[in-house]
């Protein structure tokens, strides 16, 4: 089953970071990734841009573009991890290590629905 780990943090204090910080916290976490990634579990993972720079579509038709993600949260979603898991204490395991380098983030576990795999990542749908 692909799981996504949500990455969640409260965006002033992660943009408050010296380049030195984030460059540190962002190698520790390359350090968790490594043997996932060697296992063939992990997938894609990214960094969002700033919420400042997000928009949100909705409503009928077309849709209305609007500025923002209006999350009524402390916390902005600013990034992902994509992962294959046998299950979701596999998944969980994996985030709490991922947070283990990056205390102060919040990561939401989400089971996840893959219809266009990426270079076979997910092909399988286990």
């Not at 919420?51 to 993600?69: F, H, I, Q, S």
Request: aromatic content about 8%; overall charge negative.
């Amino acid at each position: 089953m692909l799981y996504a780990i949500l990455a969640y943090h409260v965006e002033d204090e992660l943009l408050s970071w010296t380049p030195e910080q984030d460059a540190a916290v962002v190698a520790k976490v390359i350090e968790v990734q490594a043997p996932l990634r060697a296992s063939g579990q992990f997938g894609p993972a990214a960094r969002l841009d700033g919420t400042r720079k997000a928009r949100t579509l909705r409503g009928p038709g077309a849709g209305m573009v609007l500025d923002g993600p209006f999350a009524e949260t402390k916390e902005q979603l600013l990034g992902f991890h994509l992962m294959e898991c046998a299950s979701e204490e596999e998944a969980i395991s994996a985030a709490r290590k991922l947070r283990a380098v990056n205390p102060t983030a919040v990561y939401e576990i989400r089971p996840v629905k893959l219809y266009v795999p990426a270079d076979g990542f997910g092909a399988t749908g286990r």
